[in-house]
């Protein structure tokens, strides 16, 4: 069970960190991922971190600014999120994936997650 969180209400330029806390025994053999959703619009593929961390990949929209990081201890995965747009403003969830892809693109993609949080909303203002 995912269970994500720190989503709110922010201007734009501003910096949230949101949290995705993981139950179970396996958290470390997972890879992680953040998708988000704006209203109106498909899922999209915002980062992902590999298992142990090693790995991380982004979209290009969101390079530079924002950070997936992972502390598999506390079995949380975190998405810190620099210079927010208003753009930006979706529901964020956080996804694991147990399959190991060579590929990183490959965790690009919704549907090879097999565990997803309930979400949290971001809104940025303008």
């Known amino acids: 069970q995912l269970q994500a969180s720190g989503g709110g209400l922010v201007q734009a330029g501003d910096s949230l960190r949101l949290s995705c806390a993981a139950s179970g025994r396996t958290f470390s053999s997972y890879a992680m991922g953040w998708f988000r959703q704006a209203p109106g619009k498909e899922r999209e593929f915002v980062a992902s971190?590999?298992?142990?961390?090693?790995?991380?990949y982004y979209a290009n929209s969101v390079k530079g600014r924002f950070a997936i990081s992972r502390d598999n201890a506390k079995k949380t995965v975190y998405l810190q999120m620099n210079s927010l747009k208003p753009e930006e403003t979706a529901v964020y969830y956080c996804a694991a994936a147990g399959k190991r892809y060579s590929n990183r693109y490959s965790y690009t993609q919704s549907q090879n997650y097999d565990y997803w949080g309930q979400g949290t909303l971001v809104t940025v203002s303008s």
């Open positions: 971190i590999s298992w142990s961390a090693g790995n991380t």
